[in-house]
């Protein structure tokens, strides 16, 4: 399902997502109003890219939003004013949430904006990021909370941490050669990009 959202005193417009043709969104999934999803990036059944309160929420190229992945956002505006502590900014323009290059949303995670995801980083199942911003090549192990904090590039969070301190998030490890994840992303962003490329060949809407 891929619809504009509705005008309210929180969105002053009613916005189709933006969606690259090279992307494959399962008509069991939802787009909706202010989204932007990039170039070869798969959304499968069941996920949610809600841009009807916060936004924009931008997916870039190649990453891929998996089964009952939910993107959504806090209020940006009210009555055409910008709420900027609900914004995040990349490269000088600000959105509610950022998802990078070849990043992976794994099962049933939530990107709740005010949030970033840097490029090549993979979020493990049921986690759950909240006005948090994660940096580049991170792993978020499965079932982790992410709340008010900064994970710096190459970190990982091991499995169920609840991080809302971020002395805590300072001193998470970083991934050297020996981590079992370590490569785990890249062959997950090969699966779903080339599932998407697959889709759209194939005209399965």
Known sequence: MIHRNVVT???DKALEPTID???????LAAVIGNAVIGRRVMVSPAASVRGDEGGPLVVDDEANVQDGVIIHALETQHQGHAIDKNLVEHNGKKCAVYVGKR???????????????????FIGMQSLVFKSRVGKGCVVEPGCTLLGVTVADGRYVPCGTVLTDQSAADRLPVITDDYAFKNLNAGVVHVNTSLADGYNKAGIK
């Open 21 to 27: 043709p090279t992307a494959y969104v399962h008509p």
């Open 103 to 121: 990043v992976s949303l794994a099962h049933q995670a939530q990107i709740h904006g005010p949030a970033s995801v840097g490029d090549d980083t």
């Open 9 to 11: 005193d929180f969105s």
